[in-house]
């Protein structure tokens, strides 16, 4: 087996573990929301506040760049997910960052609106998605922007119709950039 053959398996292996984080996600999200809101509220407040948890997730809705170019920080949004708007190839998608994705993983819509087009038989590998199995045609993109950071020819996979409900922003985006800190409930990206 050929070492890219080997290194796809693996990337994809890796998917299936961030997935099943994913689908712990979808079937605790109490959990995870008590976790988002220790995450959001202010230092010194009580915690427990409904208000106070509301309030820091209101004012986490937008990413906001750092004063060094190359760097954006993404608040925590609703159960403690990063989400932002990311410019595939020149075309506006919303993502979900995703630490234990793999890979970008694209769902089969945004993928057509991006203009990736994939035939039925380019879906050669299977991925555990938080909706089970899939079917993915691995594709490579050419660029992905988030703010003042930029990553070129992208390793990624997209799913079959209906089989994810919202594209990742994995590790093959994420571990091309020099820094991925959590800093109270910030998730801070620099290229």
Avoid: C
Wanted: net charge negative; charged share 15%; glycine share 10%.
């Amino acid at each position: 087996m050929s070492s890219a053959t080997t290194n796809l398996f693996a990337s994809v292996a890796l998917a299936a573990i961030g997935a099943a984080g994913f689908a712990f996600t979808l079937a605790h999200p109490g959990v995870v929301a008590n976790f988002a809101a220790s995450l959001l509220a202010a230092p010194g407040t009580d915690r427990n506040d409904p208000h106070v948890t509301a309030a820091a997730r209101d004012q986490s809705t937008n990413e906001t760049s750092d004063a060094a170019a190359g760097t954006v920080s993404l608040p925590a949004g609703a159960y403690g997910h990063f989400q932002t708007e990311a410019d595939i190839n020149g075309r506006s998608v919303d993502v979900m960052v995703d630490t234990g994705a793999s890979l970008v993983a694209l769902t089969y819509d945004d993928a057509e609106r991006l203009g990736i087009y994939v035939n039925p038989g380019d879906f050669t590998h299977i991925a555990k998605t938080a909706n089970g199995t899939a079917r993915v045609a691995p594709v490579t993109i050419s660029r992905i922007s988030i703010g003042d950071i930029t990553v070129r020819n992208v390793a990624a996979v997209v799913s079959e119709r209906g089989k994810s409900e919202r594209s990742l922003l994995g590790m093959s985006f994420l571990g091309r950039l020099s820094r991925v800190e959590m800093r109270g409930g910030t998730l801070v990206l620099q290229e």
